[in-house]
């Protein structure tokens, strides 16, 4: 199954700032998920990126707030924007696995915002 | 809207099954169902996944009713190791396609004592 990397494992910003977010995959893929999970609770998806369009985001999420760039078929990147202490939770892409794999997800990276 | 119904938490002692069920009453014929766990501070991690047969692979099995209704994922030898949340999930499509999307509930809390 692939095998996804993704930085920074975990960072403290300051509020109003942004953070960009990178999920490198070691295969090629054709879509990347990006999910959040706020503290103690599951995960939520932001949005799906294809490579070549843009990305689809879910209810509650906009592109101005979370960015995404996919620039080819192993990498994508997904930007906080504006950060506010709300923002504060861990942030995971995810690829599919393939037939028998599942869907696996990167180590997530941990964002606190004060 | 939650498509699937875990216990809360479970406890199992180290070295005995862990037998962790699901409901799923409204699945529909074409959808699968999904385990993973999610060991603190990590990403989820695939476990198994099946449609209406049994399945079983080196960390578990699956067993799914006959009506498709409800399921049990069995940890055989639970250690320590394996304390997490376990997620059920239920899913459109083995892999790929257009209904991708994981929807992720708020799964069981399974505690592995000594």
């Known amino acids: 199954s692939a095998v996804i990397s993704q930085k920074p494992s975990r960072d403290i910003c300051q509020r109003g700032t942004s953070l960009t977010i990178q999920c490198q995959v070691d295969?090629?893929?054709?879509?990347m998920f990006w999910y959040r999970q706020q503290p103690g609770q599951s995960l939520t998806l932001i949005a799906t990126?294809?490579?070549?369009?843009?990305?689809?985001?879910e209810s509650g999420f906009v592109i101005d707030k979370f960015p995404i760039s996919r620039p080819n078929l192993t990498f994508s990147t997904l930007t906080v924007s504006n950060m506010s202490p709300e923002d504060s939770s861990i942030y995971l892409c995810?690829?599919?696995?393939?037939?028998?794999?599942?869907?696996?997800f990167g180590s997530g990276t941990r964002l606190t915002v004060v | 809207d939650a498509k699937t119904t875990q216990p809360t938490s479970m406890d199992c002692a180290e070295g005995r099954a862990a037998n962790l069920p699901c409901n799923h009453s409204t699945i529909s014929g074409n959808e699968y169902v999904y385990w993973y766990r999610q060991i603190h501070s990590q990403g989820p991690q695939y476990i198994i996944h099946?449609?209406?047969n049994n399945e079983t692979n080196e960390m578990a099995s699956l067993i799914i009713t006959e009506d498709r209704k409800s399921s049990t994922l069995i940890l055989p030898h639970a250690t320590l190791r394996d304390t997490a949340v376990y997620y059920c999930?239920?899913?459109?499509?083995?892999?790929?396609?257009?209904?991708?999307?994981?929807?992720f509930g708020k799964g069981t809390l399974l505690t592995v004592n000594p």
């Open positions: 990126a294809n490579q070549g369009s843009e990305a689809t985001y």
């Open positions: 999930i239920v899913r459109v499509a083995e892999s790929g396609g257009s209904n991708y999307k994981l929807t």
């Open positions: 295969s090629q893929v054709t879509m």
């Open positions: 995810s690829v599919d696995g393939g037939r028998g794999y599942g869907y696996t």
């Open positions: 099946g449609l209406k």
